[in-house]
């Protein structure tokens, strides 16, 4: 059983920066996607970000893209998510998933996202 914890959340101002993690540990093979998924209060969960564990390839959307940047760190089995530029509207609890397909552990799924992490809140002020 895959096991994901994420740190690194906080609040910042707009046009700030953060940096999240999340560790992976236990499993047998480590999943070929790991991604990072946010939802805010009223609003429905989004993949933000996944990566390819198996090659680095990284797929985000396209608010984000050219503001965050997905990474890994192959030898501790971690992911990180930078956040540059951050705006109000970042502001969201952030899961960190892993699931067997890229870039599919992004969307949310029990099949495509069977591990998730506990969440870490950014919250970015105006």
């Known amino acids: 059983q895959v096991q994901l914890m994420e740190s690194g959340g906080g609040s910042v101002q707009a046009g700030g920066s953060l940096r999240l993690s999340c560790a992976a540990s236990?499993?047998?093979?480590?999943?070929?996607?790991m991604g990072w998924l946010r939802q805010a209060p009223g609003k429905e969960r989004e993949g933000v970000a996944a990566?390819?564990?198996?090659?680095?390839?990284?797929h985000y959307i396209d608010s984000v893209m050219g503001r965050f940047t997905i990474s890994q760190d192959n030898d501790n089995n971690t992911i990180y998510l930078q956040m540059n530029s951050l705006k109000p509207e970042d502001t969201a609890m952030y899961y960190c998933?892993?699931?067997?397909?890229?870039?599919?552990?992004?969307?949310?799924?029990?099949?495509?996202?069977?591990?998730w992490g506990q969440g870490t809140q950014v919250t970015v002020s105006s």
């Open positions: 990566i390819y564990t198996g090659d680095g390839t990284a």
């Open positions: 998933a892993a699931g067997p397909r890229f870039p599919h552990c992004m969307l949310g799924t029990r099949t495509e996202s069977p591990y």
């Open positions: 236990g499993g047998t093979v480590r999943p070929s996607c």
